[in-house]
């Protein structure tokens, strides 16, 4: 009968509790390994991270806004020469030019020159009287500057939109007038009659030159100037004149 043979055993037994305590130290150095590199490393090279973003994206926010700067301060300069006066100019929400109070109150863009004649005749007791008027009459349309005037500019996306009081009559004056007059027998011609057939004449050249369409050639022609001077730079303009208007100015008799 063989005996058993306990030194082999213990050694077995040895090996095997050597093998669970590297086993488990490798499992500990791995588990404090990633616990050090999620609570330190990552945390420190997101901040750092995060921070060159931030400093990039100050870079371009401020590039972006010198830029705007530059493009208002160009438009202003184009319209100060074209039009002769500054509106105000926001670019990307930033007021780049604020020249209110406006040095002038009203805005020309365009001006016209044209004869008018009108006639008046009455007839009582086959006694005719009769008078003709010719007349050369100076109109000027435009817009109101103490009315909201703003161009409102965007750089992303690229465009414009122009906030501008609608066109009206600046001015309207007869000049001069011609009178060609021819009494009846005993219906004589009045200082009443002459006075109204001043009025009717003024009256009609307003409504002529109205109806030849001056306010939509003022329209025009500041849209042309304004449209001169950004598409050079944007893609896009447009242009609002939901304000009310202010009341026509009456011709000087």
């Given at each position: 009968?063989?005996?058993?043979?306990?030194?082999?055993?213990?050694?077995?037994?040895?090996?095997?509790?050597l093998l669970?305590?590297?086993?488990?130290a490798?499992v500990?150095?791995?588990?404090?390994?990633?616990?050090?590199v999620?609570?330190?490393?990552?945390?420190?090279?997101?901040?750092?991270?995060?921070?060159?973003?931030?400093e990039k994206a100050?870079?371009i926010?401020?590039q972006s806004a010198i830029?705007?700067i530059?493009?208002g301060?160009?438009?202003a300069a184009?319209?100060q020469?074209n039009?002769?006066?500054?509106?105000k100019?926001?670019?990307d929400?930033?007021t780049?030019i604020d020249?209110?109070?406006?040095?002038?109150l009203?805005?020309a863009?365009?001006?016209?020159?044209?004869e008018?004649?009108?006639s008046y005749q009455?007839?009582?007791?086959r006694?005719t009287?009769?008078?003709l008027?010719?007349?050369?009459f100076?109109?000027k349309?435009?817009?109101d500057?103490?009315?909201r005037?703003?161009?409102?500019i965007?750089?992303?996306?690229p465009?414009a939109?122009i906030?501008a009081p609608?066109?009206?009559?600046i001015s309207?004056?007869?000049?001069n007038?011609?009178?060609l007059e021819e009494e009846?027998y005993w219906?004589?011609?009045?200082a009443?009659?002459?006075?109204n057939a001043?009025?009717a004449?003024?009256a009609q050249a307003?409504?002529?030159?109205l109806?030849r369409?001056?306010?939509?050639q003022?329209?025009l022609?500041l849209?042309?100037t304004?449209q001169?001077a950004?598409?050079?730079?944007?893609?896009k303009?447009?242009?609002d004149?939901?304000q009310?208007s202010s009341p026509?100015v009456?011709p000087?008799?």
């Open positions: 009968m063989s005996l058993p043979h306990p030194p082999q055993t213990e050694s077995r037994l040895g090996r095997f509790i669970i305590s590297i086993s488990f490798l500990v150095g791995t588990v404090t390994l990633f616990i050090w999620v609570a330190v490393v990552l945390p420190q090279a997101t901040l750092h991270s995060a921070e060159q973003v931030g100050y870079q926010s401020q830029r705007a530059k493009l301060k160009d438009f184009d319209l020469k039009l002769g006066f500054l509106p100019i926001v670019v929400s930033q780049v020249s209110s109070p406006q040095p002038i009203q805005l863009t365009v001006e016209q020159e044209f008018s004649k009108y009455h007839t009582f007791l006694s009287k009769t008078i008027l010719s007349a050369h100076t109109a349309a435009g817009f500057l103490t009315k005037f703003e161009i409102d965007s750089t992303h996306p465009g939109k906030h609608p066109p009206m009559l309207f004056e007869m000049n007038y011609h009178v009846g219906n004589k011609i009045t009443e009659d002459r006075q001043v009025a004449l003024q307003k409504a002529d030159i109806a369409g001056i306010l939509h003022a329209q022609a849209e042309r304004i001169d950004l598409l050079r730079h944007l893609a303009v447009e242009f004149y939901t009310t026509q009456e000087k008799p």
